[in-house]
């Protein structure tokens, strides 16, 4: 099985990057085919008896293609390892520290074009070639003359070889493909392949026709010309002529080496080319030759990946899911794939209807995306990569865990299942009421509630409160000791204190979020002026519309609903209202965005304060939003709040309203 799979990947592998180097014409994204590249990679260190020759773990890049000359490169072009996230960027700094001291790294713009190594003979050009297979590259001399940024004579008459990045700007890219377009040919899908085919065209003419361009960035012999770091490098080979990106610098620390990350993560579409990540290189080349280099990498480098806005992956099958509410959804269950820093292995498809109007089926290949850049949902399948074991969708007509009949409402797209004693909806009303949004039950996570249920230590929500007298029962569990169980007693004892809001939102009443919640609280004050309420009088509150109100309105007209309130008065859980809402001028009925790190408050401090002021939190800057409150290390909403003359409020200034 691992020997067949790891056979699989090679033949992926290896078709992808023929068509990624030898074509042009990619049919893997880039996160497709580092996702491959990893799960082989780890395939082959836990398996290293069933590695393949033709493994492309032993190679680095691309296919030689027959059109041009070989050429052998004297030094190794050997590519970077990845890193995806801030936890990857600390481990390679750890592992550098166990071995250097004094450490300076220095950071580099991740130019998304293809490698190129430049050999000069007493300062004159007299070859350009690609990496090919790190070894072995193609010679490309007649189309690199053509590049205007690469030098064809030298400020000083030296013998060097230098390597670097050839690249198409976003400019002439786009004048490319119009032309394409014009001529009805078949379009570039983005620079960086539009690059890579015109270095390889036959006739210069048409390279030079393209506007290429090129970035150097590495000296593969820097101490020959008495050089002992790769900054210094830089700086000499852009003396002899060189273009070198602007944008690099040196740094000391991990804050530095994040901060520079942070901010090109949030520039990096200023740019006139484009970039796919940061490189960092540390900068002592003593110290890179005490790290060294595996097989395939140096062990003093590496490049971190941006987080992708959107991946490319395999819907491997359509489960469904039952919500607090009875709400079945359909999930994607996706081959593994990395987006925005997590890895996701799972995607909301929202309901039948969403599904039916993208024609999005089990085995297709879909484009994920993270909405609000929480929840990851499937966006489209890619009708082009179909091979026929596609299966189309199809609604469940009954509940995937009572098998009771689903129910679908008139006007809305969702099926419910109406059984009250359907566990799935009692596991995930219990998970609800214990979350940190509602009553903040710490200890009480996911998996010990459905053990604490399958136990049959809590049914409803107002078992919770008598876990005390199960003290030995819990400590029969695994995982559980004497400590952790009256942490969570601890807990489940400090929730009784909770204002009302908290209480509301926990109860899970359809249609009523946390703001809601606050809403109902501040206006009534006690659960018993809500139990009391007529319809009309429900509508009185700020946010609360028809469907809302008659969600409520029926919620405690229902006597199950009323009998866990009274449970839970009876354990002496409060029912009132201990907020104020002060409908500051200043703040009421406006919205605030908050970006960057304040350091007298968290982010829900500043919500809490600002919801009971009367305004609005929101996660994006518009037209509607009154000011951006901005702490250190601020990121694109600061940017665009100056686009669109927005206020900017910094900490003190929102301190000085605070205080008055």
């Known amino acids: 099985m691992i020997k067949n799979r790891m056979q699989e990947l090679i033949e992926i592998i290896n078709k992808a990057n023929y068509e990624y180097y030898a074509l042009d014409r990619p049919t893997l994204t880039d996160q497709e085919y580092d996702r491959y590249m990893q799960e082989l990679i780890k395939l082959e260190k836990e398996n290293p008896d069933l590695i393949f020759e033709n493994s492309p773990t032993g190679r680095v890049g691309g296919i030689v293609i027959d059109s041009f000359n070989k050429v052998t490169h004297e030094v190794p072009m050997l590519s970077l390892s990845n890193v995806f996230n801030e936890d990857e960027i600390i481990g390679f700094v750890d592992k550098i520290k166990k071995k250097v001291e004094n ?24 070859k350009g070639a690609t990496r090919g297979d790190g070894i072995v590259g193609e010679d490309i001399t007649h189309n690199v003359k053509t590049i205007k940024s690469v030098p064809l004579f030298l400020n000083e008459k030296i013998d060097i070889e230098v390597r670097g990045e050839i690249f198409m700007g976003i400019e002439a890219f786009n004048k490319l493909n119009e032309k394409r377009k014009k001529n009805g040919e078949q379009l570039f899908a983005n620079p960086r392949n539009s690059a890579a085919g015109s270095v390889r065209q036959l006739d210069s003419k048409i390279a030079a026709e393209r506007e290429l361009d090129c970035f150097i960035y590495h000296l593969p012999n820097a101490q020959d010309y008495g050089i002992n770091n790769h900054y210094e490098s830089l700086k000499y080979m852009e003396k002899l002529g060189f273009n070198i990106n602007p944008n690099t610098i040196k740094v000391k620390s991990l804050d530095e080496l994040l901060l520079f990350i942070n901010n090109w993560t949030d520039k990096r579409d200023s740019l006139p080319y484009e ?13 890179q030759k005490k790290l060294g280099f595996t097989a395939k990498y140096p062990k003093w480098a590496t490049a971190y990946k941006f987080p992708a806005t959107t991946v490319t992956t395999k819907l491997k099958d359509i489960i469904f899911t039952v919500g607090r509410t009875g709400m079945v959804t359909p999930n994607a269950v996706l081959e593994p794939v990395r987006l925005a820093g997590s890895l996701i292995s799972r995607a909301t ?27 990851p949902r499937v966006e489209q399948s ?33 099926y419910y299942c109406l059984n009250d004693k359907c566990d799935a ?64 007693l601890n807990s489940i004892e400090k929730s009784k204190e909770n204002s009302l809001e908290k209480l509301i939102y926990a109860l899970g009443i359809r249609h009523v979020g946390s703001k809601t919640s606050k809403m109902l609280a501040a206006y ?50 409060n029912m009132l209202y201990k907020g104020n809402i002060l409908n500051d001028s200043r703040f009421s009925g406006k919205t605030f965005v908050i970006t960057g790190t304040l350091n007298n408050y ?59």
């Not at 008659?550 to 008065?569: G, Q, T, V, W």
């Open 425 to 488: 909806k009692k596991i995930e009303g219990l998970i609800h009421f214990a979350s940190r949004d509602a009553m903040n039950i710490e200890g009480l996570g996911v998996r010990i509630i459905e053990d604490f249920y399958n136990q049959k230590l809590i049914h409803n929500v107002y078992d919770i409160y008598n876990l005390n007298e199960y003290k030995n029962e819990i400590i029969a569990l695994e995982g559980f000791g004497i400590k952790s169980i009256n942490n969570l």
């Open 275 to 287: 970039i796919d990540g940061i490189v960092i290189k540390l900068n002592n080349i003593n110290d």
């Open 524 to 573: 009534f004050k006690s659960i018993d002026a809500i139990i009391e309420a007529e319809y009309e009088e429900l509508l009185n509150v700020k946010d609360v519309g028809e469907g809302i109100a008659k969600s409520i309105y029926e919620y405690f007209k229902d006597d199950n609903n009323l009998k866990i309130i009274n449970e839970l008065k009876n354990h002496n859980v």
């Open 602 to 660: 968290s982010r829900d401090e500043i919500k809490k304060v600002i919801e009971e002021l009367g305004g609005n939190i929101s996660s994006s800057v518009s037209s509607k939003t009154y000011a951006v409150i901005v702490g250190d290390s601020p990121g694109s909403k600061y940017n665009k709040a100056l686009e669109l003359n927005i206020d900017i409020w910094y900490e003190k200034d929102l301190e000085q309203k605070l205080n008055s």
């Open 103 to 126: 450490i300076e790294y220095v950071c580099e713009l991740k130019i998304d074009g293809l490698s190129v190594s430049l050999l000069y003979k007493d300062g004159k050009l007299i």
């Open 349 to 375: 498809l929202h309901n039948e209807e969403y599904i039916i109007s993208k024609d999005i089926r089990k085995n297709d290949t879909v484009i994920i995306k993270k909405a609000g850049d929480v929840i």
């Open 382 to 414: 890619l009708n082009d990569r179909r091979d026929g074991t596609e299966i189309k969708f199809k609604m469940i007509s009954n509940c995937p865990i009572c098998n009771t009949a689903l129910v679908k409402n008139e006007n809305e797209a969702a």
